[in-house]
């Protein structure tokens, strides 16, 4: 990881952040045909590649750490392209250490509960990813657009008077905040998708059989609350974009481009935690060298003693240790990291 990958990651994807503390109107701010500064597909899709290992090589680092955690919100509109976006930025990453929830109408059981109860019972581990496929922003997006489902929460009467919006808003923030202080960062994306681009992706959803499932009648009817929606998400987006967790807006009407965007603030995300493979001590290293000698002692008549140092790969890794050392100057010693 060199730092002008960082850097240019840094470049790229500010011009996708809301800035904490700046009022947003989506549809004035933020055009979802904006191409970023990614003139060709192809180069897009070469850097999608890219990113991806990138995030790969990162996760592996968090799971062997298990010390911080990362969640990332996926919000959008019907046909937005959160599934693709999360089949792709995933695609390189162990499932052992990557979880998705998916947040739907609420159950029985869940009303039950406070509004944020569903979404913590799916908080990533330290070491995990976990991917919300809609999020707690629902309940300032949804159910402000569907006043009736605050009525099925069942608050008690004095906390539905009053902007229960501002201070859920506030709850929010105060919540994510806490995650980011116990080492838990929060990623928070939206596919920002045109409405002609909806009504395509809508009607390619009838159009091909295979397609079919994923088209849902109550999609439609959603459409007709589209400028509902945009002011939902443009208060969401200005009220609760912090300097702890801030807001992407991606551009959605190309998926590729979506995908490389999503790709790029995570990554982004995990360059700046910085996760690290556990450094062995001196008294690990002494038991790694008692084991090693006893297991060489069990080779068969003939065999060499260690077959893997014996092999290409291992004379490799010999070599590289033996550089890194030097460079370091400390022979054995932990090195600045
Ligand atoms: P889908 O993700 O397309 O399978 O649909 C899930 C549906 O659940 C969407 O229509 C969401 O609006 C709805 N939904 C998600 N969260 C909530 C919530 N907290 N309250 C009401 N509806 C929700
Ligand atoms: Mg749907």
């Not at 952040?17 to 055009?31: A, H, N, S, Y």
């Not at 609760?240 to 807006?249: D, G, H, K, L, R």
């Not at 982004?268 to 297991?295: F, N, V």
């Not at 890794?317 to 100057?329: D, Y």
Request: hydrophobic share 35%; glycine share 6%.
């Amino acid at each position: 990881m060199t730092d002008t990958t960082a850097e240019r990651i840094e470049a790229f994807i500010e011009q996708l952040r809301v800035p904490p503390g700046t009022e947003v109107d989506l549809e004035k701010d933020f055009d979802p045909g904006f191409r970023a500064g990614i003139a060709k597909k192809t180069n897009g899709i070469e850097l999608l590649s890219v990113g991806i290992e990138l995030l790969a090589e990162y996760q592996r680092r968090l799971a062997a750490e298990q010390t911080r955690g990362v969640l990332v919100c996926l919000q959008a509109l019907d046909a937005g392209g959160k599934d693709g976006t999360i089949r792709h930025v995933m695609s390189g990453m162990s499932p052992q250490g990557v979880r998705v929830a998916n947040f739907k109408v609420p159950s029985t059981e869940e009303l039950d509960h406070d509004y944020l109860w569903r979404y913590a019972r799916q908080l990533p581990r330290r070491g995990e990813i976990a991917i919300f496929n809609r999020s707690h922003y629902e309940e300032v997006l949804v159910v402000r657009v569907h006043p009736e489902n605050l009525g099925r929460q069942r608050l008690p009467g004095a906390k539905r008077d009053g902007d229960v919006w501002a201070r859920r808003y506030r709850e929010i923030n105060a919540w994510e905040r806490y995650l980011a202080e116990n080492g838990f960062r929060v990623v928070k994306l939206m596919l920002n998708l045109s409405k002609e681009e909806q009504r395509v992706r809508f009607l390619k959803r009838i159009d091909v059989p295979e397609r079919n499932w994923k088209f849902s009648a109550a999609d439609v009817r959603e459409r007709a609350h589209w400028d509902a929606y945009q002011r939902a998400f443009s208060q969401m987006l200005s009220a609760t974009s912090t300097p702890w967790a801030p807001w992407y807006v991606v551009p959605a009407d190309r998926k590729w481009l979506a995908r490389l965007c999503a790709a790029a603030v995570l990554a982004h995300t995990l360059i700046d935690i910085g996760p690290q493979y556990p450094r062995t001590s001196k008294a690990d290293r002494q038991e790694l060298a008692k084991a090693k000698k006893d297991l060489e002692k069990e080779a068969p008549e003939g065999a060499p003693a260690d077959p893997y140092e014996a092999s290409a790969a291992g004379k490799n890794r010999e070599r590289r240790g033996k550089a890194s050392r030097k460079a370091s100057g400390k022979d054995g010693r932990k090195r600045q990291g």
